[in-house]
């Protein structure tokens, strides 16, 4: 057996962000062979190369442990299947969301008005009929210029991230920052924290709130000046025109002081033709935001608005294929989910190579040399 003389820190980066997290295994008796800074290091790379469950990661280890071997210890070998579910169904998932939080912190350049859009995603595979638990919803925040997902929170469902929301702001740092959220967050309390949080806000505004509609529609069905931007949006077999109106003037906007630095609201319109069908589609929105009246910031933020579906939510299920994976014991679904972000993390961050992000997982799978590229060693 050849031991590594490299310590975590040294080998990886990111474990070290890992080591204040509580082990649930009982260390009184003396019988934990396999480390959980070395179980995390595995996990990691075997995502990153390809696995998607823990029977592909004990074969990757097996089939890799001389390469694992270079940068940490295993000297115990590799961990069985069933210890890795064990070990990661029962780790305090919480905490595990916030050391991955404090290495995305490490990691992240957020610039001045960085767009951090909040939505969230069920994890469609992490239920349990017999057991009588639903999937588990999971609130991210995503940096749309670092395509970064900075933090989460678990919430048993969607309209628990009413109350998800500010826990996942009092979590990562937004100042500066423009956070978009779609109407589930348009809350009065969540407005007041973004702006405690030295940041801006636009939020979605649905018919859910029956008043606060009314008053944004009243808004674009006067004489009220307006600033426009106008923009298009070519690709995936669409066109999209989206035009976009700002009215800041809101001393008719009967609800405005109950909003927290409230400045303008918006109407984004929009065109889109599907090219296959020679379909046209049109549909219209409303927003309230803090910021002042810039047409083209506004539409633009709104529209990266969907990076956190297209490059968080996409890619999860459809590379790292997060919603046909059935994790369901304990916290063995919310645990993975940090696993796999920390992997796509590590994989976007990887740019001596211009390929896909499913190309990269194969050259990583088949190429140990990049693989130590994507992991920093």
Request: aromatic share 8%; glycine share 4%.
């Amino acid at each position: 057996m050849t031991k590594s003389s490299k310590t975590p820190q040294q080998c990886a980066l990111f474990t070290k962000f890992f080591l204040p997290l509580k082990d649930p295994r009982r260390t009184s008796k003396g019988n934990i062979q396999h480390s959980l800074t070395d179980m995390i290091f595995l996990v990691i790379s075997a995502v990153i190369s390809g696995a998607v469950d823990w029977t592909h990661i004990e074969i990757f280890g097996k089939n890799q442990i001389n390469w694992l071997r270079k940068f940490a210890p295993f000297e115990n070998g590799i961990p069985s299947h069933d210890v890795l579910g064990k070990v990661f169904s029962s780790i305090d998932s919480s905490q595990f969301a916030e050391c991955f939080i404090s290495w995305v912190s490490s990691i992240a350049k957020i610039s001045k008005e960085e767009i951090i859009a909040i939505d969230g995603k069920r994890i469609r595979g992490s239920y349990d009929n017999s057991n009588n638990k639903a999937a588990i919803h999971m609130v991210s925040a995503f940096a749309v210029g670092n395509k970064l997902c900075l933090g989460q929170v678990e919430t048993a469902d969607k309209s628990n991230e009413i109350v998800a929301i500010p826990k996942l702001l009092d979590l990562i740092t937004t100042k500066g920052c423009i956070v978009t959220i779609d109407a589930m967050g348009c809350q009065k309390d969540i407005a007041e924290k973004i702006i405690e949080k030295e940041s801006d806000y636009i939020l979605a505004v649905k018919e859910n709130q029956k008043e606060l509609f009314a008053q944004v529609e009243k808004m674009f069905s006067g004489n009220y000046p307006k600033v426009v931007d106008e923009s298009d949006d070519v690709g995936h077999g669409r066109v999209e025109k989206r035009k976009c109106h700002v009215v800041s003037d809101l001393k008719f906007f009967d609800v405005k002081d109950e909003w927290k630095n409230l400045r303008t609201v918006i109407k984004i319109e929009s065109e889109r033709y599907i090219k296959n069908t020679g379909k046209t589609s049109t549909e219209t929105r409303y927003y309230i935001s803090s910021l002042r009246p810039d047409a083209k910031k506004i539409n633009t933020a709104i529209r990266s608005h969907w990076s956190i579906e297209n490059n968080l939510h996409w890619t999860l299920d459809v590379i790292f294929g997060e919603d046909a994976s059935r994790k369901r014991n304990n916290n063995s679904a919310a645990n993975f989910n940090i696993l796999t972000k920390i992997a796509m993390a590590l994989i976007a961050r990887e740019n001596s190579i211009k390929m896909s992000m499913r190309a990269k997982r194969y050259q990583a799978t088949i190429n140990p040399e990049f693989r130590e590229k994507i992991l920093n060693l």
